[in-house]
């Protein structure tokens, strides 16, 4: 017998979901799914009535008993893909309900990333209703739908200033929410947040690289190379704080919001760490500024700080919030 997994119906809570792009490789352990707010649109969506005459794996969805062939969705209606992952597009039987279905092939990955999203419970990070472990061993997680895009996508076609603080806001609630539970997101990058269409609102995603932490030490490499920090890149077996690491990755995530690129790139990691470490050398707080959008001293400023080599030189989640910047922008 097959075991049954319930989906249930998303409440009237607003609650984000997961269907990303995913345009950069983590450096390890990457359960990011993907898809844009195109493929949403344009993916054919099985309907239960076609689904449920095929006999492999039984799922439950919706509040209905209605069957559901897995192997069937795995050949249509998927929305992305990871290194150990899946999502698919699926309408409940009413059709007035869709969700997405991840399915990940490292089910203690999966149940680890659903645990800490549990422990979080923001409407700025990556929320899931439900999560079961399948007869063979791979483990399968629900999640409403987003189609609002990724922040990658809104940054191609560009930003405003007053778009940018407005999301710059919602980032740093969504990081604050993660790091008062102890948890360090450590892949923060335009890739991994996503909009509620309904709201215009950044959500945070992909929580497979996040690591729970009452000290905020870690000791391994984990992050995507352009928006790490010096101290991730050069890891020698020594801790390093990951909340301060992540307010780095943000820094790199909103000075690309405002000026299209990253502040640091290069093609070779290895050539990208050297950068960084010369940097932090000469000056550990340089940071060139383009001409358009125009930033008050006071932005340049914190910008500068958030992106510094000296992780002790950051500041804190809290003083970002404090600063006239975010309370200039009169979003919570």
């Known amino acids: 017998m097959s075991s049954l997994l319930k989906i249930p119906t998303p409440q009237a809570s607003e609650r984000p979901c997961l269907t990303a792009h995913r345009q950069g490789q983590a450096l390890v352990g990457d359960h990011a799914v993907a898809a844009s707010s195109a493929s949403v649109k344009n993916t054919a969506i099985p309907t239960i009535d076609t689904l449920a005459t095929q006999q492999f794996r039984q799922f439950s969805l919706d509040d209905t008993p209605t069957r559901l062939h897995v192997e069937h969705l795995h050949k ?5 893909c990871g290194k150990t992952s899946k999502v698919r597009l699926v309408r ?4 007035t309900r869709e969700f997405a279905l991840k399915e990940c092939s490292d089910w203690h990955a999966l149940k680890r990333e659903h645990d800490l999203q549990k422990l979080i419970q923001s409407p700025y990070v990556l929320s899931s209703y439900k999560c079961e472990r399948s007869h063979l061993g791979s483990g399968f997680m629900t999640m409403p739908l987003l189609a609002g895009g990724t922040l990658k996508e809104k940054i191609a076609t560009g930003l405003t200033f007053e778009k940018t603080s407005r999301y710059f806001k919602h980032l740093v609630l969504g990081l604050s929410h993660m790091h008062s539970q102890h ?5 923060l990058k335009p890739q991994n947040v996503m909009f509620d269409s309904t709201h215009d609102r950044a959500i945070i995603i992909d929580l497979g690289l996040s690591q729970l932490t009452a000290d905020h030490q870690v000791r391994d490499s984990r992050g995507t190379p352009d928006y790490i920090p010096l101290e991730v890149h050069m890891l020698q ?3 390093y704080d990951a909340m301060r690491a992540d307010v780095y990755n943000l820094g790199a995530v909103v000075y690309e919001m405002l000026f299209g690129v990253v502040p640091f790139t290069d093609s070779n990691e290895l050539a990208l760490a050297y950068r960084l470490l010369k940097r932090s050398k000469a000056e550990p707080d340089a940071l060139s500024f383009k001409d358009k959008p125009v930033l008050s001293e006071s932005q340049k400023k914190l910008l500068q700080r958030m992106l510094h080599s000296e992780p002790a030189m950051r500041p804190t989640l809290r003083e970002i919030l404090e600063d006239a910047w975010m309370v200039g922008t009169g979003e919570s």
């Open 76 to 80: 249509g209606a998927q929305l992305g």
């Open 92 to 95: 409940s039987l009413s059709g």
């Open 183 to 187: 948890i360090a997101h450590r892949d």
């Open 237 to 239: 077996g020594k801790p």
